[in-house]
Nanobody, 123 residues
Framework: VQGVESGGGLVQAGGSLRVSCVAS????????MGWYRQAPGKQRELVAS????????TYGDSVKGRFPISKDDAETTVYLQMNNVQPEDTAVYYC?????????????????WGQGTLVTVSS
């Protein structure tokens, strides 16, 4: 499983931006997909995630109500709509996919990460 991000860039404070992540590989094994971000000098943190089955969403406290996550019907692309962005949202945004593999007869939960896309918010 792989995820490729797109849509990052420079945006003014208060503006909007949408980033996308296209999954490839064993799509049917993916359990959920999401976005994490890492700002300079800070730890990587959850932004939002969505389950492939059921579409249940989870959000980081700092983006609740601003950054809705969604997926397409083919369940291969996940979108993060970033609204009312602020300078503190500046970070590299990484796509994450959690998927299931059977290894030696046992279920194994694995993660795949994209290369990241930079979002810069100017004040």
């Amino acid at each position: 499983v792989q995820g490729v991000e797109s849509g990052g860039g420079l945006v003014q404070a208060g503006g909007s931006l949408r980033v996308s992540c296209v999954a490839s590989g064993s799509i049917s094994s993916i359990l959920d997909m999401g976005w994490y971000r890492q700002a300079p000098g800070k730890q990587r943190e959850l932004v939002a995630s969505i389950t492939i089955t059921g579409g249940r969403t989870t959000y980081g406290d700092s983006v609740k109500g601003r950054f809705p996550i969604s997926k397409d019907d083919a369940e291969t692309t996940v979108y993060l709509q970033m609204n009312n962005v602020q300078p503190e949202d500046t970070a590299v945004y990484y796509c994450n996919a959690e998927f299931l593999r059977v290894v030696d007869g046992r279920d194994k939960y694995l993660e795949a990460w994209g290369q990241g896309t930079l979002v810069t918010v100017s004040s």
